[in-house]
C-alpha cells in the first residue's frame, strides 16, 4: 500500500495550496480518506476527512477555508487550503484505515 502526498510548500498568508495524496494498493473508492497534521511539539490532529460516499468532515480550526474532494477514477485524495494561517503550518499526512503517506510541509509565512 502507497500513499504518496505532494503539493505542500511556502505559501504567504491569505495564500492557498492544493495537496494531493495518490493512493494504491488498497481499493480506494471504499476506503474513507482522511488528511491529518502534525505542527512541531503538537499532537498529529485529523484535519478532514471524506467518506466512500462523500461524506465530509472537517476539524473546526478550517472549517469554511479547506475542503477535502476524491477522484476514485484516479485513486487521488486532495485537500484544497484557503486562506491560510500561520497556525496551518505542519506536515500534512494523507491516511486510509491504517495506512500512511509520508507526509508533505506547509509552512505559512506571516
Known amino acids: 500500500v502507497q500513499l504518496q502526498a505532494s503539493g505542500g510548500g511556502l505559501v504567504q498568508a491569505g495564500g492557498s495550496l492544493r495537496l494531493s495524496c495518490a493512493v494504491s494498493?488498497?481499493?480506494?473508492?471504499?476506503?474513507?480518506m482522511g488528511w491529518y497534521r502534525q505542527a512541531p511539539g503538537l499532537q498529529r490532529e485529523l484535519v478532514a476527512s471524506?467518506?466512500?460516499?462523500?461524506?465530509?468532515n472537517y476539524a473546526d480550526s478550517v472549517k469554511g477555508r479547506f475542503t477535502i474532494s476524491r477522484d476514485n477514477a484516479k485513486n487521488t485524495v486532495y485537500l484544497q487550503m484557503s486562506s491560510l494561517k500561520p497556525e496551518d503550518t505542519a506536515v500534512y499526512y494523507c491516511?486510509?484505515?491504517?495506512?500512511w503517506g509520508q507526509g508533505t510541509l506547509v509552512t505559512v509565512s506571516s
Open positions: 491516511a486510509a484505515s491504517r495506512f
Open positions: 471524506i467518506t466512500s460516499g462523500g461524506s465530509t
Open positions: 494498493g488498497i481499493i480506494f473508492s471504499r476506503n474513507t
